[in-house]
């Protein structure tokens, strides 16, 4: 029963973001009520965000306020509305909490309710919302919760970011605005220029030098306003961030960032990765500085990022899953390349290569066919002509076009196919891994479509069998795919890649 803002900050984005591309009125529906419920409950008057709301009322009692027994619904909603409401919201069977009092929640969304009753999901809303207001009326004249009004820097960032991003993919700007007045409020009293960035404001003061935790999540933060608003400002906000988070807490021996400075009264200077209540704070960084090489492509923010994902070697090889949000980062710093015109397929996936492979790749093979060219990468496996050989391809798809997914939604919708001739050579195609694509709603077709767009790296196999001579052979990879935009459909194409398997090793022997 405890509201704490960071438990938020991490949700209500994430449900904006699936809601959007799993088509899911449900979580949309989720992730606004919880940022109106911070925007209501947790926001100061001058936009800050506030701590906590307290899960103890009346003397001490766990939930109090939030809990409800049958009779007082029923009082409160009448008889036959609370029997209507009963299944839809959680109470028609035994109380669930201490024996003797119900906590409200939906067993089943509000969409799969409808379709029972036969009803539109709008007209269920719109009961829904009367019944929710007569409660929230009744549970009004209840003792309040006490707020805990300090605030925190890093757990402000965390909601900045949240309100940012899910403003943007709901296409609410309220919550970018709460946002941005969240960030001026920080950057006014505890982000100045030309002091330490502050951890606390309490009663109008500021207190407590700045934690990796502020520099890093307050710096998730101002990118994803730079995200949302398109304004440069907040990446060169964010870049001081780490400016100043390098001096005062880098690990020049180790690497890695150090979670506080140096004190005479402190034992240890630790430098955690693993997660807990809230991400690690020096994985956290790693993602921002893996997002400022790609907005700052001059400055030295990819090599600070592989030196931290370096210093943390050994949890990333043996232990990954204790350390899942570094792992992220680690994935995005491999799709996030030196600089936009440098990007290599190397990087773009988990397959080993040597630093001069990666370093001076270029396509072995490029075609175009109307709004999609396609790359080809190879990569000999053993010099001996045996063995495996690795293939990285990459689509670029012009913007306002996509090409249809693997396995598209619809039965009579051309999909993405990758296929070999071999001609004379004695090769054999591991099939690539192919992603599901994104869901979209186009003009065209009232159904979602499941498409590839933008940019895209696809990785995959031949396998190459017996002598060396087959390695001369010319072969073709074939890409099967249709190109739409959201009024019409190309006719399906063939790009045809030929290449030679000619080099020598530069992968390890592993699959991909």
Same mark, same amino acid.
């Given at each position: 029963?405890?509201?704490?803002?960071?438990?938020?900050?991490?949700?209500?984005?994430?449900?904006?973001?699936?809601?959007?591309?799993?088509?899911?009125?449900? !979580?949309?529906?989720?992730?606004?009520?919880?940022?109106?419920?911070?925007? $209501?409950?947790?926001?100061?008057?001058?936009?800050? !965000?506030?701590?906590?709301?307290?899960?103890?009322?009346?003397?001490?009692?766990?939930?109090?306020?939030?809990?409800?027994?049958?009779?007082?619904?029923?009082?409160? @909603?009448?008889?036959?509305?609370?029997? !209507?409401?009963?299944?839809? *919201?959680?109470?028609?069977?035994?109380?669930?909490?201490?024996?003797?009092?119900?906590?409200?929640?939906?067993?089943?969304?509000?969409?799969?309710?409808?379709?029972?009753?036969?009803?539109?999901?709008?007209?269920?809303?719109?009961?829904?919302?009367?019944?929710?207001?007569?409660?929230?009326?009744? #549970?009004?004249?209840?003792?309040?919760?006490?707020?805990?009004?300090?605030?925190?820097?890093?757990?402000?960032?965390?909601?900045? #970011?949240?309100?940012?991003?899910? %403003?943007?993919?709901?296409?609410?700007?309220?919550?970018?605005?709460?946002?941005?007045?969240?960030?001026?409020?920080?950057?006014?009293?505890?982000?100045?220029?030309? $002091? /330490?960035?502050?951890?606390?404001?309490?009663?109008?003061?500021?207190?407590?030098?700045?934690?990796?935790?502020?520099?890093?999540?307050?710096?998730? %933060? *101002?990118?994803?306003?730079?995200?949302?608003?398109?304004?440069?400002?907040?990446?060169?906000?964010?870049?001081?961030?780490?400016?100043?988070?390098?001096?005062?807490?880098?690990?020049?021996?180790?690497?890695?960032?150090?979670?506080?400075?140096?004190?005479?009264?402190?034992? @240890? $200077?630790?430098?955690?990765?693993?997660?807990?209540?809230?991400?690690?704070?020096?994985?956290?960084?790693?993602?921002?500085?893996?997002?400022?090489?790609?907005?700052?492509?001059?400055?030295?923010?990819?090599?600070?990022?592989?030196?931290?994902?370096?210093?943390?070697?050994? /949890?990333?090889?043996?232990?990954?899953?204790?350390?899942?949000?570094?792992?992220?980062?680690?994935?995005? !710093?491999? $799709?996030?390349?030196?600089?936009?015109?440098?990007?290599?397929?190397?990087?773009?996936?988990?397959?080993?290569?040597?630093?001069?492979? #990666?370093?001076?790749?270029?396509?072995?093979?490029?075609?175009?066919?109307?709004?999609?060219?396609?790359?080809?990468?190879?990569?000999?496996?053993?010099?001996?002509?045996? %063995? #495996?050989?690795?293939?990285?391809?990459?689509?670029?798809?012009?913007?306002?076009?996509?090409?249809?997914?693997?396995?598209?939604?619809?039965?009579?919708?051309?999909?993405?196919?990758?296929?070999?001739?071999?001609?004379?050579?004695?090769?054999? @195609?591991?099939?690539?891994?192919?992603?599901?694509?994104?869901?979209?709603?186009?003009?065209?077709?009232?159904?979602?479509?499941?498409?590839?767009?933008?940019?895209?790296? @696809?990785?995959?196999?031949?396998?190459?069998?017996?002598?060396?001579?087959?390695?001369?052979?010319?072969?073709?990879?074939?890409?099967?795919?249709?190109?739409?935009?959201?009024?019409?459909?190309?006719?399906?194409?063939?790009?045809?890649?030929?290449?030679?398997?000619?080099?020598?090793?530069?992968?390890?022997?592993?699959?991909?």
């Amino acid at each position: 029963f405890e509201k704490m803002l960071y438990d938020n900050a991490f949700l209500a984005p994430l449900l904006a973001e699936l809601s959007v591309s799993q088509g899911r009125p449900d !979580f949309d529906r989720a992730a606004r009520r919880t940022l109106d419920f911070v925007l $209501r409950e947790l926001t100061g008057p001058e936009g800050q !965000f506030y701590s906590a709301l307290d899960a103890e009322t009346e003397g001490g009692k766990e939930g109090a306020f939030y809990v409800w027994d049958r009779p007082e619904l029923d009082r409160v @909603l009448g008889r036959d509305d609370s029997a !209507f409401f009963a299944p839809i *919201f959680g109470y028609d069977g035994s109380p669930s909490f201490e024996h003797t009092h119900h906590v409200l929640h939906l067993p089943a969304s509000l969409e799969e309710r409808a379709r029972d009753l036969k009803w539109t999901r709008q007209a269920l809303l719109k009961r829904v919302s009367t019944f929710e207001a007569r409660l929230l009326a009744a #549970r009004s004249k209840r003792e309040r919760p006490l707020t805990d009004t300090k605030v925190l820097t890093d757990w402000n960032g965390m909601m900045i #970011r949240a309100m940012a991003l899910a %403003g943007k993919w709901l296409k609410e700007p309220r919550y970018v605005r709460a946002a941005e007045k969240a960030a001026r409020f920080l950057l006014a009293r505890s982000a100045r220029k030309g $002091r /330490i960035l502050q951890h606390t404001w309490i009663d109008g003061k500021s207190s407590i030098d700045a934690f990796l935790d502020d520099y890093a999540h307050l710096a998730g %933060g *101002f990118l994803a306003l730079h995200q949302a608003t398109g304004d440069s400002s907040w990446v060169d906000r964010a870049a001081g961030l780490v400016e100043e988070a390098d001096e005062r807490l880098w690990a020049k021996e180790s690497g890695g960032y150090h979670n506080s400075v140096a004190r005479g009264d402190l034992l @240890l $200077r630790s430098r955690d990765v693993q997660d807990g209540a809230i991400p690690s704070a020096n994985a956290w960084m790693a993602r921002c500085l893996v997002e400022l090489s790609r907005l700052r492509p001059k400055g030295a923010y990819r090599q600070r990022a592989g030196d931290l994902l370096r210093s943390f070697t050994g /949890i990333l090889s043996h232990s990954p899953g204790a350390a899942r949000e570094l792992t992220v980062a680690l994935s995005r !710093f491999h $799709r996030s390349p030196k600089r936009a015109d440098q990007e290599q397929p190397w990087e773009a996936g988990e397959t080993t290569v040597s630093t001069d492979a #990666r370093d001076s790749a270029s396509p072995d093979a490029t075609a175009t066919a109307g709004p999609v060219t396609a790359s080809l990468f190879v990569t000999a496996g053993s010099p001996s002509g045996a %063995g #495996r050989v690795q293939l990285a391809l990459r689509l670029d798809i012009e913007e306002g076009w996509h090409i249809n997914g693997a396995k598209p939604l619809q039965e009579f919708l051309i999909p993405t196919r990758i296929t070999l001739d071999p001609g004379e050579a004695k090769a054999i @195609l591991v099939p690539f891994k192919m992603p599901e694509g994104k869901k979209v709603r186009l003009g065209f077709s009232e159904e979602e479509l499941r498409v590839y767009d933008g940019r895209l790296w @696809l990785r995959g196999a031949l396998e190459l069998e017996e002598s060396g001579a087959s390695r001369d052979s010319p072969m073709k990879l074939q890409i099967h795919f249709q190109a739409c935009n959201d009024r019409v459909c190309q006719a399906p194409k063939v790009l045809d890649l030929p290449f030679k398997i000619n080099r020598p090793s530069s992968v390890d022997a592993e699959g991909p």
